[in-house]
């Protein structure tokens, strides 16, 4: 079936210490994947996105990396701070799907 | 931000009621989105727009309804609320497509 979801619900990450978020894909055909952090009380912000044809991707401190291999994307925050506890969603647009289906996110919490 | 606007921010209703959401957007983005969010659902697609009058169905869309008569407000209209529809309604716009979209704030609806 259809489904884009994460290893684990909950991480909890020391201050400082690199976070590996994880996401899995089922869909074979989805050509573009995109990760969003939501902080408590507020929208989803898209931090970054990566097409099927890259294996890896890098903004300011994230890196998004994707095995097309094993259906995996994974979402990797270098020195994290307190600023960067907030669900984390992974979404994936299928070719021709025109619809973006998002993930159940985990919850990235951060340890002083 | 990409400049999105929400309104209101909370309401408290009652079943059988009409209730209209607001979106507002300054960034002239040519798509428009609502979403639902739900434990244990995630993000989940209601309705959306693709031009000014062009709007499209999505994954959850039976009680709701939408309206758009110019670029920058997209409507959203529960004809009969039910306490299924308690839930926390995202906007979100994209200059392309379903990709890179923009969250707002959100609204925080209840049906008692």
Known sequence: GESVGLHLPTLSVQEGDN????????NSASDYFIWYKQESGKGPQFIIDIRSNMDK???????VLLNKTVKHLSLQIAATQPGDSAVYFCAEIRQGAQKLVFGQ???LTINP | DAGIT?????????????VTLRCHQTENHRYMY?????PGHGL???HYSYGVKDTDKGEVSDGYS????????FLLTLESATSS????YFCATSGQGYYEQYFGPGTRLTVT
């Open chain 1, 19 to 26: 976070s590996i978020i994880n996401c899995a894909y089922s």
């Open chain 1, 57 to 63: 991707r890098q903004g300011q401190r994230v890196t």
């Open chain 1, 105 to 107: 996110g985990t919850r």
């Open chain 2, 6 to 18: 929400q309104s209101p921010r909370h309401k408290v209703t009652e079943t059988g009621t009409p």
């Open chain 2, 34 to 38: 609502w979403y639902r969010q739900d």
């Open chain 2, 44 to 46: 989940r697609l209601i």
């Open chain 2, 66 to 73: 939408v309206s758009r008569s110019k670029t920058e407000d």
């Open chain 2, 85 to 88: 529809q308690t839930s926390v």
